[in-house]
């Protein structure tokens, strides 16, 4: 087993990465405050691996009970969110009860925002069965919903008490997920890591394959790099917008295209593909650099080309981002392979990369 430690003052916690951890209750038991948890969960992964988890809790004399919400993006929402908070009052839970997410991304985040705002906040522990689950949302405290008007436009950062990364549950998610995650898998070596982006290339047959070694070790890396990241800087008023590569592009795909035609993971593979073109424009990374990027990503089954949405309807989706500062739209670009930093791009400029990178 691996432990990763995210190392924040207020609220330091572990990140466990390993085979079959979600029986290894004797991980969660010491840091519950009562023998009692309520595990939240969907109707893809419940089936899966809800029984082998309570199972052992059960056995280790720990009260459980589930709630099973509806599997999608499109049920991150508030309606879900109140079904949370029904059981937890129907059910009588205290401030001492922890909940247990036990899924991807859409989980994780509806469950720590239920923790955060469950009776002023609960303690919660996230149990990612996602490749993007293990190496990204469950790790950092952002915890959140839709809203119609935009996506996790609602939340708060509340961090979890413990994370564990059960790589045996990969055994069983799509191909098309496993892509999807390796997307921001491959960000993190651009981000600021060239050995971990060469050591993906040398590697990526053999995650494609879903080798537990080199799962362990790429969860376990980008467990480090997130968690360095986010103990420098929590709330994101600084360096962890780097995390933001290639998602500036991506959400206009995502939202241009209808949320949930393209994957968030394929669209943050495309977008890192115009955020390059766009540094390439800038006399920063050169064409050789934007051509290991692009057969790393389509050897990660991964996307490379952007959709035809037109460019003055990406200039408009881009201005709606979250990401937008006093009116100017912040961007992350690249100076090298391995190296990413913070920008502002203009108008030419982006244009110049949407027709680089549009099929
Ligand atoms: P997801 O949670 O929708 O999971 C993808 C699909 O895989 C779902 O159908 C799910 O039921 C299924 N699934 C999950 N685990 C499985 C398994 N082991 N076997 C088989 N099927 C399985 O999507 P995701 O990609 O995990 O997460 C995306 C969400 O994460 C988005 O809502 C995004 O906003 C959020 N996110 C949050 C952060 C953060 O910092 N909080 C970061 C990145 C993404
Ligand atoms: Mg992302």
Redesign the pocket.
């Known amino acids: 087993m691996q432990t990763v430690k995210l190392d924040l003052a207020h609220a330091p916690y572990d990140i466990h990465i390993a085979r079959d951890l979600l029986t290894q209750v004797e991980l969660i038991k010491p840091l519950l405050l009562q023998p009692r948890v309520v595990i939240v969960s969907?109707?893809?992964?419940a089936p899966?691996?809800l029984k082998s988890l309570q199972d052992a809790l059960e056995a280790a004399d720990i009260q459980c009970h589930s709630i099973i919400l509806p599997?999608?993006?499109v049920y991150?929402t508030s309606e879900t969110l109140n079904l949370i908070f029904d059981e937890l009052l129907t059910e009588r839970c205290e401030r001492k009860t922890t909940l247990i997410a036990l899924?991807?991304?859409?989980?994780?985040?509806m469950t720590?925002f239920a923790a955060a705002v469950y009776q002023r906040g609960v303690p919660f522990i996230q149990i990612?069965?996602?490749?993007?689950?293990q190496v990204?949302?469950?790790?950092?405290?952002?915890?959140?919903i839709?809203h119609p008007l935009g996506?996790?436009m609602i939340?708060a950062f509340y961090q979890p008490k413990l994370v564990l990364a059960d790589l045996a549950?990969?055994?069983?998610?799509?191909l098309r997920?496993l892509s999807?995650?390796l997307a921001?898998v491959i960000k993190y070596g651009l981000i600021d890591d060239l050995a971990f982006f060469e050591w993906l290339e040398a590697n990526i047959e053999r995650l494609m394959a879903r080798e537990t070694e080199a799962l362990a070790y790429a969860v376990e890396r980008c467990c480090q790099n997130k968690a360095r990241i986010v103990a420098g800087d929590e709330k994101e008023q600084g360096q962890r917008a780097l995390?933001n590569l290639g998602h500036t592009f991506g959400h206009a795909i995502e939202s241009g295209l209808g949320y949930g035609v393209w994957?968030?993971?394929e669209a943050v593979a495309v977008g890192m593909m115009l955020a390059a073109f766009a540094s390439r424009e800038l006399d920063q990374i050169s064409d050789d650099d934007i051509a290991r990027i692009e057969s790393l990503l389509k050897k990660a089954g991964l996307p490379v080309q952007a959709p035809q949405l037109g460019n003055e309807r990406y200039l408009d989706l881009m201005a709606q981002d979250k990401k937008v500062d006093a009116g100017k739209i912040k961007f992350v670009l690249m100076r090298c392979l391995g190296e990413s930093y913070i920008g502002e791009l203009n108008r030419e400029t982006v244009i110049a990369a949407l027709d680089a990178g549009c099929s």
Do not use: F, M
């Open positions: 969907n109707a893809t992964v899966l691996y599997d999608g993006e991150k899924g991807g991304g859409v989980i994780g985040d720590g990612p069965t996602t490749l993007l689950a990204d949302s469950s790790v950092g405290g952002k915890t959140g839709n996506k996790n939340g549950t990969l055994d069983t998610l799509p997920e999807a995650g921001e995390l994957l968030h993971g």
